[in-house]
């Protein structure tokens, strides 16, 4: 049985970045600081790479990723979801290396990540038993004070207003952002259910400027700086 399945889905298409996924960043191509991390994490015992391009699953599979093949065209357009394609990634895996107990996905646009941070997740999810284990951060934005949206005539109101308001950003509920980094899975879990939000859901926090998600041309520029800056290329 294998404990630890690293997983890196890798879409061929990007509008915000075109082909970002493989675009070299500080002397290598994105994927790699994701895909590395995982074949050099002492807990991961078999990696995939869920792509529709055949360049990124070359690539992949020469650095020692299970050979699944590319992931059906369902599965690669703008409207699919993550969900399947981890249920299509752990069906195809567990069909060459048997049982898995926990799913293990990194995002390839979120280069940022720490080592400590893939052990800090698995931990958590040895841990607490959850279905899923989610990275997050604080949110820099809170919905109970200072987002806010507009009703019928346009005019704008706090977005989740509380009893007698909130007139300071410690009084608010803390509210965490979704990090689209880290995530451990349980396999059970992915197999039985729609999406992410089915079952216990736990937050893995992590440092927002470990979180920086890489969607468009500035992310991409300011990605590229962290890292020079943390001594990378």
């Known amino acids: 049985m294998v404990k630890v399945l690293g997983h890196i889905g890798a879409r061929k298409g990007s509008k915000g970045v075109p082909r970002k996924n493989f675009r070299p960043i500080c002397g290598k191509p994105l994927i790699d600081w994701s895909l590395d991390q995982l074949f050099a994490h002492p807990r991961v015992e078999a990696v995939v790479v869920s792509t529709d391009d055949e360049e990124i699953y070359a690539h992949s599979v020469a650095k020692g990723a299970l050979e699944i093949g590319l992931r059906p065209?369902?599965?690669?357009?703008?409207?699919?979801?993550?969900?399947?394609?981890?249920?299509?990634?752990?069906?195809?895996?567990e069909a060459l290396v048997g049982p898995v107990e926990a799913f293990l996905d990194?995002?390839?646009t979120s280069p940022l990540r720490?080592?400590?941070?893939?052990?800090?997740?698995?931990?958590?999810?040895?841990?607490?038993?959850p279905d899923l284990v989610m990275s997050c951060c604080?949110?820099?934005?809170?919905?109970?004070?200072?987002?806010?949206?507009?009703?019928?005539?346009?005019?704008?109101h706090v977005s989740k207003p509380l009893p007698g308001g909130v007139v300071?950003?410690?009084?608010?509920?803390?509210?965490?952002?979704h990090a689209a980094s880290t995530y451990v899975v349980s396999p059970a879990y992915l197999k039985r259910s729609k999406g992410l939000w089915e079952g216990r859901v736990i937050p893995y926090l992590m440092p927002p400027e470990r979180c920086v998600d890489i969607d468009s041309p500035f992310d991409f520029r300011l990605v590229e700086f962290l890292m020079k800056e943390a001594g990378h290329g």
Do not use: M
């Not at 065209?73 to 069906?91: C, P, Y």
């Not at 300071?168 to 952002?177: D, F």
């Open 168 to 177: 300071a950003r410690q009084q608010a509920p803390v509210v965490y952002e």
């Open 106 to 108: 990194l995002d390839c």
């Open 73 to 93: 065209a369902h599965l690669a357009t703008d409207t699919a979801g993550k969900w399947g394609v981890w249920q299509h990634a752990l069906e195809a895996s």
């Open 114 to 129: 720490l080592p400590e941070d893939i052990t800090g997740a698995l931990d958590l999810y040895d841990a607490e038993h």
């Open 138 to 156: 604080e949110a820099r934005k809170n919905p109970y004070f200072n987002l806010v949206e507009p009703d019928a005539t346009g005019a704008l």
